[in-house]
């Protein structure tokens, strides 16, 4: 029974345990160990099936809500390593739980050296590596509720593994079963990509609603982009499910914005200001700067741009209990509204 329970698939499974030992201790050994209910032999079939239907009722799962209108998968991403994709991701996903006041779903597909978990300072205790030996169909949104790690800011991670043998059992089938279980619980889905495109990689790029192409203002990472751009076309994405968005990784000598456009025939969506040592200490102490810094210029920028990226749906109206987030976007876009 406690070998089971250690198990994902079972830790909110129902066990009734049956046996020929009737003592006190022995029935509280067995509810210790991890049993839901204690049946001694030998016992009426009727009253077998009452336990079980007892059991049920008691460990029934919350129902599954249908896949939201507005439910939205984000993907980041880019071809170049080292400008900032995680910490994109892992931002984007925070200012949007803030905004909007539910958990949203950061799932990590950078297998290799994920560090989405890392980033919020959450222990791996639970990974991709919990999924990889159940069958496709015992993966359902609550095993995955059990999987996901929350955090304070309502973000729900799912890690990357640290097994390089669990990482070769991830595939592109598996990773799109997950991705449509996990749509159904959460209205937005941030996805931190690796810099591939590997089968993992494509899917979670077919399965996104939008994907941010990010990019700094050097040579290497406009090249990157371009070649992705070329993929993406190839691909056959509409022009509009692909975001440029640049992040100003130098402080001085960086390409000039007009001239990447001018090279990738695309804007520029958004420019993310040079923001100094605040995304390393971030990362140092797993505090991102759009909690941390949330009243700062770094976080506003951040929680507008959420904003932005969020379902039109939302943003047409006002929410009727607004967060603080929220509340702070509004007030920053009067007065653009004004004028």
Not at 89 to 94: G, P, R, W, Y
Not at 139 to 159: C, E, F, N
């Amino acid at each position: 029974c406690r070998r089971l329970r250690r198990m994902p698939a079972f830790t909110q499974r129902p066990i009734l345990m049956l046996t020929a030992n009737d003592t006190l201790q022995e029935r509280v050994n067995g509810l210790e160990a991890g049993a839901d209910d204690y049946m001694s032999k030998p016992f009426q079939p009727v009253e077998l099936q009452a336990r079980v239907r007892a059991l049920l009722r008691r460990t029934a799962p919350a129902p599954i809500p249908p896949l939201s209108a507005q439910s939205r998968t984000i993907a980041a991403f880019s071809l170049r390593g080292g400008i900032g994709v995680s910490t994109l991701a892992t931002n984007l996903a925070v200012s949007l739980a803030q905004i909007w006041g539910d958990p949203v779903a950061l799932i990590d597909l950078a297998l290799t050296s994920g560090q989405s978990a890392l980033m919020l300072n959450l222990p791996m205790r639970t990974t991709w590596g919990d999924l990889v030996n159940l069958p496709l169909a015992d993966i359902d949104a609550d095993l995955l509720d059990q999987v996901l790690i929350a955090h304070t800011s309502g973000v729900r991670v799912l890690a990357a593994t640290a097994r390089a043998e669990q990482r070769e059992l991830i595939t592109g089938e598996m990773v799109s079963y997950v991705l449509n279980q996990i749509r159904h619980r959460y209205a937005y889905v941030v996805l931190d990509l690796p810099h591939d495109f590997s089968d993992t990689t494509l899917t979670g790029l077919d399965s996104a609603d939008q994907v941010l192409l990010l990019l700094a203002p050097e040579i290497a990472s406009v090249r990157a982009a371009a070649c992705a751009l070329d993929v993406f076309e190839k691909l056959n994405y509409p022009t509009e499910k692909v975001t440029l968005l640049l992040n100003t990784t130098v402080e001085q000598g960086g390409l000039a914005r007009k001239d990447i456009e001018m090279a990738l025939h695309r804007s520029i969506a958004q420019v993310l200001p040079y923001a100094g040592d605040l995304y390393l200490s971030a990362l140092n102490r797993g505090v991102p700067p759009a909690l941390e810094l949330a009243t700062k210029p770094l976080g506003g920028v951040l929680e507008r741009w959420a904003f932005q990226l969020s379902a039109e749906s939302q943003r047409a109206k006002p929410p009727v209990a607004p967060t603080p987030a929220w509340l702070r976007v509004a007030q920053a876009m009067q007065p653009r509204k004004a004028r």
